[in-house]
């Protein structure tokens, strides 16, 4: 997971330079972030489908050696296009998260699974966390496309142990997968976030992005139609509609929204030329990250322990006070590097609590066999977030800059906008389930039953 986080974000501190070195423009060389995102969008529910149906460890397999194939090709690429056919490949190991949650929930006994989950989800942030703390470095030594053998570094052990320890895990067979929902989905998916992504490069009010606008609202109506006469829909609707499940997905596009947005923020920030303050560098910008990325893992570990004791709602609740008073304290004081490290710290720990939250709030509220399309769609929304959070960012910049420098009142608009977004993802908590009473052993069985073997000498002894 920690590899495939790192191919997502690790392109963005080098686009400069790739944009150089491929002798392309600004809006190319942004599209080696659009074409692993859209992939990821398309393929991450597909993937979650697929593993319940035929088992998540032979499909992992698969997932994870066309993901390292793509890192690959895009390290060696002669020219944009290889690039992002490369980029594209990657794409496809977003389908990680859900198989890795439908693993845990099978293979893990009750008390166990919501601390795994909240592990796994944690991943996410701390990849894109942590490859900002190696770009500026790895640049300066070695070249951008070492940025691109790093990923290699997780996903090939990845690959082997996955083969090794994950055990086999049978599917539930059924009518197979929603291939007209899938293509649907990818249609509408794809010109919704290509407008999204082009919006800086063609202008908001462009007609390019207004008809792609358009055609992705047309295309989500004629999906929703469709996906509510199939039997077994790629992404039911009615289970989209369960209050665990919306309120869930709706904390997770925020979420996504306050990891990008701050990804975007601090380094520019610390960087900027200012009349008063500091102007640091990019060395200070990625040790910044450090203390929130630890702090974002521990936070998901801890996040599974406290499900047991007060539920994933009161720790999402928690996770985002937690992010929005940081991003609020930073939009008042953000003067000198203490006060980013406070700001930015509360943020790691709070996103961490939050995406650990999520994760469980979906797996509680499906059945197992929904675990891999459920969460195939929540991990989608935290990507679009995350592209949300990085072109709003951008836009309040550009919208501040004096002389082709942001001013103080950008940075201050961008937390401020950030910490309001967190407040949604606090009135969703609030409205989600609240926390399941205990089960009885029995029950425990009953929501795994390929564990009864296993679970009934225990309960004996």
Not at 242 to 269: I, Q
Not at 353 to 375: I, R
Not at 386 to 407: E, M, Y
């Amino acid at each position: 997971m920690v590899g495939y986080s790192l191919s997502m974000a690790v392109l963005t501190p080098a686009m400069p330079i790739v944009q150089r070195d491929l002798h392309t423009s600004a809006a190319g060389a942004a599209w080696g972030l659009t074409a692993m995102m859209l992939a990821a969008a398309v393929a991450t529910p597909v993937v979650g489908r697929l593993g319940d149906l035929y088992g998540p460890r032979r499909v992992l397999l698969v997932v994870l050696a066309v993901a390292t194939a793509g890192t690959v090709l895009s390290a060696v690429a002669p020219s944009l296009g290889v690039l992002l056919a490369g980029r594209a490949l990657a794409g496809i190991g977003g389908g990680v998260f859900p198989l890795a949650y439908t693993v845990i929930r099978s293979v893990l006994p009750p008390a166990r699974t919501a601390a795994a989950v909240g592990l796994m989800s944690s991943m996410l942030g701390l990849g894109g966390a942590l490859s900002w703390c190696v770009a500026g470095p790895v640049i300066d030594l070695l070249g951008w496309r070492w940025l691109l053998w790093l990923p290699v570094v997780g996903l090939v052990p990845g690959i082997v142990t996955a083969w090794r320890v994950v055990p086999q895990v049978p599917g539930r067979p059924g009518a197979g997968v929603d291939w007209w929902g899938a293509g649907l989905f990818s249609a509408w998916m794809v010109a919704a976030l290509t407008a999204l992504t082009q919006g800086m490069a063609w202008g908001w009010t462009s007609a390019g992005v207004l008809g792609l606008a358009g055609a992705a609202a047309a295309l989500a109506v004629v999906w929703w139609c469709v996906e509510r006469r199939v039997d077994e829909p790629l992404v039911d609707p009615r289970l989209m509609r369960v209050r665990g499940v919306w309120t869930a997905n709706a904390a997770s596009l925020l979420a996504g929204y306050g990891l990008m947005a701050g990804g975007v923020l601090f380094p520019l920030l610390v960087q900027a030329p200012r009349p008063t303050g500091f102007a640091g560098s990019a060395t200070q910008a990625a040790m910044l990250q450090l203390p929130a990325s630890i702090g974002m893992t521990l936070a998901g570990v801890a996040a599974g322990r406290l499900h047991h004791r007060v539920g994933s709602r009161a720790v999402l609740v928690v996770g985002a006070v937690l992010t929005g008073l940081g991003y609020g304290f930073v939009a008042i004081a953000h003067e000198t590097m203490w006060q980013l490290y406070i700001g930015g710290t509360a943020r790691g720990v709070g996103l961490g609590l939050a995406y650990a939250a999520v994760a469980n709030l979906v797996v509680a509220a499906v059945e197992p066999a929904q675990t891999g399309v459920a969460t195939g769609v929540n991990t989608l929304l935290r990507t679009v977030g995350g592209s949300l959070g990085t072109q709003v960012s951008a836009v309040i910049l550009t919208a501040s800059a004096v002389h082709g420098h942001p001013g103080e009142s950008g940075y201050a608009t961008g937390f401020a906008v950030t910490a309001v977004a967190m407040t949604g993802v606090l009135a969703l908590a609030l409205a989600a389930p609240k926390r399941r009473p205990v089960g009885r052993p029995s029950e425990a069985v009953d929501a795994h039953p390929h564990e009864c073997a296993s679970a009934q000498p225990s309960a004996q002894r």
